[in-house]
């Protein structure tokens, strides 16, 4: 039976993991990583470039590199969300024709969904690279606070990434299930996911295998990336008061300033304080300018106390929506990479009484639970069953455009409900159903979700007709309604498909251009491999003529020369052939 892996599609880097022989493990990317950086580069001559060799080149290339997408999937243009990237992230956002966002590099525009599969893409290659035959199905989380629109862009990610996404699951629920699994015993856990893009509290019950979620609650716009940014506003203040140069608006130097101050974050979660050091980061009339400053935990911690804090609010709302307090919970486990700060471990400690268990690796429980979940859908993990929950109410937009909710927040899922509504007009022979996502009273201030008609209902007073309206959600947190008359048994319905979003036409395009794109892939990695071989034959063939070269006669001298020469003109080639023969050659010649 095919394997299928499990995924943690995160904001600043990516983690993927596999069951086997009911053993969850992690698995290495090319370069020997257990995680990879979401992070997708367009070079000048048109190679897309995935993961650290990506993030590497940003400097140099920030214009024409795509990170921390995941905060603006399944976004529209004019959202405040987006309006806070365009002004803080280098490379250019642009409005879709639909209302969406998408990213535009030179002379192409890039949705969110397509930077995501990319993404997808080279951790569906290494991960067949690791197990030796070809990957079609995984598990892919998203945070738990992520609305249907977010949810259906991710599954559309997977799809074109040419991945069957069988279930998308909550990432707090996806490290219960990795925590769960070698405690068995009877508990409540709360757990706490602060990562680089995204903040999601989740109290679960777990008893005699089964994790039922009780509530969510969090942020889709609070991470490690606005920590970061606390940093590289202090230390463009900083300059421009030392030197009255203004660093705000230089992308090349605002990359710079990005990977420093994750460096020092990073420090900082270790050590006491972190030197930071930029040379030539500007220059003025006087000639170049360095950044040297040197930033304390404590000072860092001042600065994002406030980020801090924005967590217990949700904190204490989930455990209010739970029906528990803090004193209740047995167990508080941290995840993502952001609750290595001491600080956001004192006040999780502070918040719930406890203190809160480290004994798991924040970066890849995420994804050793997807694999978790991947294991129990195919049966190599036993007694284990998750129940889940809608993290927003569900409703329709009613007279008056009150917002009416017939699913609440925090139901489990799988689930359906119904509830009867009427016309508000005589002789209305039509009825628009509204269909949004959210907490207000109000629709406008509501998520939309979609719009569908019910049509010919049969003309009578209002408050007459009879309309049953249905929601139901799956397993994945994806929305289907349906609106039935009842006098006539006349009914419509959609799996909701937010305004917006990609069509199936733009999936199918992009489906096949993964395709094609992963096969000239294919063929560059090959080419790459010849060439590093060649060039490894190249170095250690001329350092072994050097030294014992003048123990050949002369014409065989000559033979190896020429053919040194000759290989060295090969490497650089992207012939196939050429570079197998180079290489073949080479070899004869090491023989002489």
């Keep these: 039976m095919p394997k299928v892996i499990g995924i943690d599609l995160g904001t600043t880097n990516s983690c993927v993991a596999v069951v086997d022989v009911a053993t969850p493990q992690v698995m290495a990317n090319r370069e020997g990583s257990r995680t990879t950086p979401s992070v997708v580069g367009f070079t000048e001559d048109g190679d897309r470039l ?103 862009a991710t599954r559309d990610a ?211 639970g997807a694999a978790v979940q991947a294991g129990i859908l195919r049966g190599d993990i036993k007694d284990m069953i998750l129940l889940d929950v809608t993290p927003l109410s569900l409703g329709v937009e009613t007279h008056g455009g009150v917002f009416t909710k017939v699913i609440e927040r925090n139901a489990t899922i799988p689930t359906k409900n119904s509830l009867i509504f009427t016309t508000v007009a005589d002789q209305q022979n039509k009825v628009t159903v509204h269909v949004l996502q959210g907490e207000r009273e109000f629709a406008r201030d509501n998520k939309s979700l979609g719009k569908f008609d019910l049509v010919g209902i049969p003309p009578a007073p209002r408050g007459v007709p009879q309309i049953e309206v249905t929601f139901s959600i799956d397993s994945n947190g994806i929305v289907s309604v349906t609106a039935r008359d009842q006098a006539t048994g006349q009914s419509t319905g959609v799996q909701i498909n937010p305004a917006g979003g990609l069509s199936q036409d733009e999936i199918d395009r992009l489906v096949n251009e993964a395709a094609e794109h992963s096969r000239i892939d294919a063929t560059r990695r090959e080419t790459r491999m010849l060439q590093n071989k060649l060039e490894g034959m190249i170095y250690t063939n001329d350092k072994v003529f050097r030294e014992f070269g003048k123990m050949l006669s002369e014409e065989d001298r000559n033979k190896v020369q020429q053919c040194i020469s000759k290989a060295k003109e090969s490497a650089a080639s992207e012939e196939k052939q050429r570079l197998n023969d180079a290489i073949f050659e080479l070899q004869t010649a090491s023989r002489i």
Excluded: C
């Design 50 to 152: 995935v993961g650290q060799i990506a993030k590497r080149q940003a400097i140099t290339n920030p214009f024409n590199t795509v990170f921390a997408i995941k905060r603006l999937i399944g976004r529209k243009y004019d959202s405040s969300e987006v309006a806070r990237a365009k002004q803080i992230l280098p490379y250019q956002i642009v409005a879709a024709a639909n209302g969406d966002m998408k990213v535009k590099i030179r002379d192409r525009e890039y949705s969110p969904e397509e930077i995501s599969a990319f993404v997808l893409m080279e951790i569906k290659a290494f991960a067949e690279e690791f197990l030796g035959e070809p990957v079609t199905e995984a598990i892919i989380t998203v945070p738990a606070y992520f609305n249907d629109s977010q949810r259906q």
């Design 158 to 368: 997977g799809k074109i990434a040419g991945l069957e996404v069988l279930r998308i699951i909550n990432e707090p629920t996806a490290a219960a299930l990795a925590y769960g699994l070698d405690n068995k015993h009877n508990q409540l856990i709360a757990v706490y996911d602060l990562g680089g893009g995204t903040f999601d509290i989740s109290i679960l019950k777990l008893e005699d295998g089964l994790f039922e979620v009780l509530s969510t609650s969090g942020d889709t716009y609070l991470g490690g990336e606005d920590f970061d940014k606390r940093i590289i506003d202090w230390l463009i203040e900083g300059f421009q008061r030392d030197t009255g140069i203004s660093l705000a608006e230089d992308r090349m130097a605002l990359q710079r300033l990005k990977e420093a101050a994750e460096k020092a974050k990073h420090e900082l979660s270790v050590s006491d304080e972190s030197r930071i050091t930029l040379p030539f980061i500007s220059a003025d009339a006087s000639g170049p300018k360095h950044l040297n400053s040197v930033l304390t935990r404590r000072e860092f911690e001042k600065m994002v106390e406030d980020l801090i804090q924005k967590t217990i609010d949700p904190v204490n709302d989930a455990l209010k929506q739970a029906g528990v307090t803090a004193k209740d919970i047995d167990e508080v486990v941290l995840v993502g990479g952001q609750t290595r700060m001491p600080r956001v471990v004192a006040a999780v400690q502070q918040a719930f009484g406890k203190e809160p268990n480290r004994n798991i690796n924040p970066d890849e429980v995420v994804a050793v």
